[in-house]
């Protein structure tokens, strides 16, 4: 698959989530995110620990990371993966500050236009894993730092993610096998 593609799948998945929530006739109740995020400490590379599965993400295998770095007032995102033949997948976008959310919320886009909310739900105080969702709870994604979270740490994440109104069998666990080294 062509980054292209993967980007236009990664767009037209955030962009379907949102059109579907905003036509869902039971509103999503208020979804709460984490009082501030310092961006400076957000930046560098996040190993995916869970997700719930989604059609932009389908073709990852393993070793789903995500890599955040400041230019100017956007976020370059690029998010990287292995197939399953070991081949890599590359996407690239940018991400933007939600006015007046304290950095706690973003806008995610990787064909622009089109936008996805990527909003930080918890976050540890080190930033060494967060909980990022959006408010219509179809996506969702537990990062590290490291490649792996303790299972009492992990509890705790899902007792998190179920207060902001996910249930713990939406995820599965994002199989990480080594770093990749930077592109």
Request: hydrophobic residues 40%.
């Amino acid at each position: 698959m062509s980054l292209r593609r993967f980007a236009l799948l990664c767009t037209s998945a955030l962009l379907t989530a949102s059109l579907f929530s905003a036509c869902n006739t039971q509103p999503a109740a208020p979804m709460d995110v984490v009082a501030q995020v310092d961006l400076q400490r957000y930046l560098g590379r996040w190993y995916e620990i869970a997700l719930i599965p989604n059609r932009f993400q389908a073709m990852c295998a393993s070793d789903t990371q995500a890599e955040y770095q400041l230019k100017g007032e956007q976020i370059l995102v690029t998010n990287r993966c292995k197939r399953a033949d070991q081949g890599m997948e590359t996407a690239q976008g940018v991400a933007e500050v939600v006015p007046q959310s304290n950095n706690a919320k973003l806008r995610v886009s990787f064909f622009r236009p089109f936008y996805g909310n990527y909003w930080i739900l918890a976050l540890d105080p080190d930033y060494q894993w967060v909980l990022v969702g959006e408010p219509g709870r179809q996506y969702g994604w537990v990062l590290s730092r490291t490649p792996q979270l303790s299972d009492a740490l992990m509890q705790n994440i899902w007792q998190k993610a179920e207060q902001a109104g996910y249930q713990r069998t939406q995820f599965r666990t994002s199989l990480q096998t080594q770093a990749m080294s930077p592109k």
